[in-house]
């Protein structure tokens, strides 16, 4: 199992509206590990001590990071109290509890807690 550190990089997605291509292009250009699990979903599994992730079938381009916390409720409202906003309510699906917020220049982060 992964081991995650604390206020580091434990999850990415990356987005589009071709996940076939971008499966191709990551699997092929750094070698990394596709695992389809649906449509519009896949897991990523990268070398070694890096972070994994997922690729998801979204209208735009997009990349967004997933930093592991312990205190949820803490880090959205320091996010808040800094000026973020919240982009999507925490959420606890059983398996991780997670929000994700908006920094000032609206660049979008997924807070995970464990």
Do not use: C
Request: net charge negative; no cysteine; hydrophobic share 45%.
């Amino acid at each position: 199992m992964q081991q995650h550190v604390t206020n580091g990089i434990g999850h990415f997605d990356i987005g589009g509206p071709d996940p076939e291509a971008l499966h191709g292009f990551y699997r092929s250009v750094f070698g990394w590990t596709i695992d389809p699990k649906g449509p519009g979903y896949a897991l990523v599994e990268t070398p070694a001590g890096s972070a994994n992730g997922a690729i998801l079938e979204t209208e735009a381009a997009s990349i967004t990071v997933g930093i592991v916390v312990a205190d949820i409720d803490r880090v959205i409202e320091s996010a808040i109290d800094q000026g973020g906003t919240i982009a999507m309510l925490a959420t606890d699906n059983g398996w991780v509890k997670k929000a994700v917020l908006a920094d000032p220049a609206g660049n979008r982060v997924t807070v995970i807690q464990a």
